[in-house]
Each structure stands twice: as structure tokens, then as C-alpha cells.
DNA sequence: GACTACATACCAACTGGTCGGTTTTTCTTT
DNA sequence: AAAGAAAAACCGACCAGTTGGTATGTAGTC
């Protein structure tokens, strides 16, 4: 028979409860009367894991957030030798994604979000973030220099000028996507795309 | 000798104060007795001049985000013949005055800020702050088929398509800089902006 | 018996917003 | 031009509801 009380289940619900809000909402417009709620949980449990309303933030950023760097981007860049079409694919997979759910369209994405909502109030949130925006660079940067290796990357591009561009570009657009909402826009914003990483071609 | 009361003025400085205090923090994290220290006036004057906090929102970007956006890009752009000398320019004059002043460097551009926070949240404010990004494209499409029509831009560069990605590109790398803070990392960017508009010379 | 994992009642501080009152300005009438 | 009425501009105490956080108690686990 299962124990009553699974304190790592109830963790992670908490955690993920938190960053669904987060995502739809904002930081500091999700009350942790609100997570508690949405999670099924109480208060009691919430500071218990959790040192605080900020701590859990951290939490949702060191744990969920680098997860899904890590699964959406570190991960299937790791082997690339082709990353122009790689990326590519990537982010033709999170299309697919946008016009099965409106969630992604209409809430972008939590890591922005949070970095645009945070960065200039707390150090502590920015820094943790900027950790995860450069693991996510370092994974564009090195898949780069592998293409510019196999000769599928023009010789002359600057891994490290373009990965920061790219994320760059990447993250304006889920913003763009989020205040247009229409699948025009994203068609559109997907045709630039494309034209950047054109330009790289050999 | 001049009247006492000034309405207009003192409306002006309870929008400039909202928009200071929202560029900085967050709409949602500003409360209204924040603006209402700030600007040295009371909560009586504030609620005489605006319905509630939303529509003081709502009227900071209809007045003061749409003259930004016309002073900085529609204005400059409206005249030019060679745009992609012109957008960096533009871009150049950004970074001086990020040099100079950290509050661009650390609080972002406070359209997308706003854009971030509330699109997903309020309707009024996603349309609201979507006619501004739809007037600042328009300046940089028109700008570009005025430099296609010149030869100083490539003839297959599709001024609809690259208007909207240069404006999420801007948007995410002012974005990025607010994550890092750092000059390297602000001329990093640049470089990449450049190459991005290098590749629609002729 | 000690410790972890919760539950619940509670708290001071703050939230956006209201309301009655006062002063200043403007409009109307003579 | 003077007087009076109406409206606009502003003040500040007050409100109900919510905020993040705590203190105390209790039940399950090792």
C-alpha cells in the first residue's frame, strides 16, 4: 500500500502548479493563495517546502525551467552537424505545438516572461535566468561550429555573435506571436525566421 | 500670475510618473499609492483624472508610448531612401544612450515590458499595445520598399516579412540585454543586428 | 520518541477604490 | 462688471478584500 504522504509528489505539484501560473499569469500576479489553491494543496505545505514566495520562483526556474531547456534545445542540438535545419525543425515543432494548443500563442514563453518580469527587481531571479539563457546560447553556439565544420554553415558566421542573435530573435518572436494571436502572424514571423538562418547558408 | 490649479499638467505628471514606475517594476507590481508619492499629488486627483488603474495604464501607452514610438522610429524613418544605414543609426543612438544611462540597460524597453506583463491578462491592453508595434512596423516596412525602389536594399527582401522580424529581433535583443547587463554582451547583440542587416544589402 | 509533513487559524501590511468635503475656476445672468 | 451658480480640481480619511507569511497543533513515518 502507498503512503499517505509522498512529500516529493506533493513538491512537484507545487512546483508545477507555480509555473502553470506563472506562465498564464505573472510572477507577481500569482498570489501563493492562488497556487494552493490550483495545486490542491495548503499553505502550510507550500512554506514548508518552500522558504517563500521567491524561493519557490528560484525553485521553478533551477528545476522545471532548465528541464525544458534542456529537453526542447540542449538535448537535440547535442549531435548536430546540420544545425540550420535542426533549428529549423525545432522550431517548426513548437508550430505544430501553437496550433494544437492556444496556451503557448497566448501566454508565450515562461522563461521570458519571467526574465522580463524579474530581471530588473531581483538579482537573484536574473541570475538564474541568465544562467539558463546561456546553456541555451551554448547549445546554438557549439551546434554552429559543428556545421561550420561539416561545411553546412557558411565559414564566415560567428557562432557566438549568431547564437545570442538567434535566441535573441527567437524570444521576440513568441512576444510578437503573444500580442498578435493570429496564425497570419506566425506564419509571417516563421518566414523571417527562416530568412536568418538562410543567410547562413554555405 | 499663474492659476493655482493646472489640470492638464498635473495629469501629465501622473502619466509620466505611471510610466516611470511601470518601465521600472511591472504595471501589476506599481500600486497606485507608489505613483501617487512619486508624482507629490493624491489619490483623489489620480481617480478624478483616470476612471482606475487600468485606464491610466491604457492612456500612458495611447499618449506617451505612441509618441515614443513616432519620435524614435516613424519620424526618422519616414524620409528615408537607404534604411538599412538608417535602422542602425537609429540602433546606434539607442546604444549611446544606454551608455550613458543604465535605466535603458536594466528596465528594457517599456512597450515590450507592458506588452509581456498584460497581453495575456487584459484584451483592451494587447490591442491597445498591438496598434503601436503595428505603426512602428509599418514605418520600417515602408521605409524598406523605399530602399528596394532605391537599390539600397536587396530587390527579394519582403518588407512585410523582415518589418515584423526586425521588430522582434529589437525587442528580444533589448530583451537579452536587460537578462545580462553588460556592455560586452550589448555589443555582442549589435554585431548581430548588424549582420542581420547586412544580409539585405544588395 | 523524534522528525517530517502537513493543516488551520491568524496576522499586520497593503491593495485598488470610494466618498464626503473644500477650494478654485468657469460659466451665466443681471 | 459684479454676483451668483455650477462645475471642475483636488484632498484625505476610510473601506472591504487580499497579500505574503507565521504560529501552533496534529497526524503519519522512520
Redesign the interface.
Known amino acids: 500500500m502507498a503512503p499517505v504522504r509522498q512529500p516529493e509528489e506533493t513538491r512537484m505539484k507545487i512546483l508545477e502548479t507555480a509555473l502553470d501560473l506563472f506562465h498564464?499569469?505573472?510572477f507577481?500576479?500569482t498570489s501563493v493563495n492562488q497556487i494552493v489553491d490550483q495545486a490542491g494543496i495548503t499553505k502550510g505545505a507550500l512554506f514548508h517546502h518552500f522558504k517563500g514566495k521567491n524561493e519557490l520562483g528560484y525553485a521553478v526556474v533551477d528545476e522545471l525551467l532548465l528541464g525544458h531547456v534542456n529537453e526542447a534545445w540542449v538535448e537535440p542540438l547535442s549531435t548536430s552537424v546540420d544545425p540550420l535545419s535542426d533549428l529549423m525543425a525545432i522550431i517548426n515543432g513548437f508550430r505544430e505545438e501553437m496550433e494544437e494548443c492556444a496556451e503557448v500563442v497566448?501566454?508565450?514563453c515562461p522563461l521570458?516572461?519571467l526574465?522580463?518580469?524579474m530581471?530588473?527587481?531581483d538579482d537573484e531571479f536574473?541570475l538564474r535566468?541568465?544562467k539558463l539563457?546561456n546553456i541555451w546560447e551554448e547549445a546554438i553556439e557549439k551546434a554552429l561550429r559543428a556545421g561550420i565544420d561539416a561545411g553546412n554553415v557558411k565559414a564566415d558566421v560567428?557562432p557566438?555573435?549568431?547564437s545570442?542573435?538567434l535566441?535573441?530573435?527567437?524570444?521576440?518572436?513568441i512576444?510578437?506571436i503573444?500580442?498578435?494571436?493570429t496564425m497570419e502572424?506566425m506564419m509571417?514571423?516563421g518566414?523571417?525566421?527562416r530568412?536568418?538562418l538562410d543567410?547562413m547558408k554555405p
Not at 167 to 173: F, K, Q, R, S
Open positions: 498564464r499569469g505573472t507577481k500576479g497566448e501566454c508565450g521570458n516572461n526574465s522580463q518580469e530581471s530588473a527587481l536574473r535566468l541568465l539563457y560567428d557566438l555573435v549568431m545570442k542573435t535566441v535573441a530573435l527567437l524570444e521576440g518572436c512576444g510578437m503573444k500580442v498578435n494571436r502572424h509571417i514571423i518566414a523571417g525566421i530568412t536568418v543567410s
